[in-house]
C-alpha cells in the first residue's frame, strides 16, 4: 500500500455565515460546499463564494450532472442547482449518520460515517445496492478516474484513503497533518477539495502523482 503525506495546495475560507463545513461536491466550474441551512458555490480560482442556496445541508454533497443531491438528516435531497428548488427526496441509507456522498456509474455512493460503511444507492428509489465495509469511519467520499476514495477522521487523525471498489482493501493513503480533519471530500482531477468540519475551511490537496493545478 503506498502512504504518502498531504501536500495542501490552498486552503480556503473561513466563509461568513458558513461555521462548518460539511459535505463538498463539483459541477465542472465551482465547489459546492454543506454549511448547515444552506449550499454555497465556491469558485476555486478567486476564492470567493459566488452563490448561495438556503436548503438544509447536514452532510454530504454530489452532483450528476443536472441535480445536486444533499443529504439533509434522515433524506438524500435533489436540487435543482439553478432554483434551489427541491425536486423529490430519497431515505438516506444510514437513517441520519450519513457523511459523505459522491456520484459515479449512474448511482450515488454515500458513506455512514459510525458504521464504517459506503452503500451505493439507487438514486431514484434510495435502495441500497450493494456495501463496502472499511476499517475506519467514513467521511467524504468521491470516485475521480475510476479510483474510488473516501476520507477518514478519527480524534485528531484523518486521512484519504483509495479502496478497491470491489473488496474494499486499501491500495492507497494519503495522510493529512495532525489535527486537520476532512468531512467532505471531491476531486476535479489535479486536486482533493476537503471540507474541513468545524474549523470552517476546505482545503486542496494535491492528488498523488499529478501536477499543481492553477
Known sequence: MKTSSADILREYGPFPGAEQVHGVTHDGRHVW????????????????VVRTLAVAAHAGTAFDGRRLFQIAEDRIQKIDPQSGEVLGSIPA???GGDSGMAWAEGTLWVGVYRDRKIHQVDPETGEILRTIESKRMVTGVTWIDGELWHATWEGE???????????????ERVEMPPGTGVSGLEADGERFFCGGGGSGVLRAVRRPGRATAG
Request: aromatic share 2%; proline share 9%.
Open 33 to 48: 460546499f454543506a454549511s448547515g441551512d444552506r449550499l454555497n458555490a465556491l469558485d476555486p480560482a478567486s476564492g470567493e
Open 157 to 171: 487523525e484523518s486521512d484519504l484513503r483509495r479502496i478497491d471498489p470491489a473488496s474494499g482493501e486499501v491500495l
Open 93 to 95: 441509507p444510514g437513517g
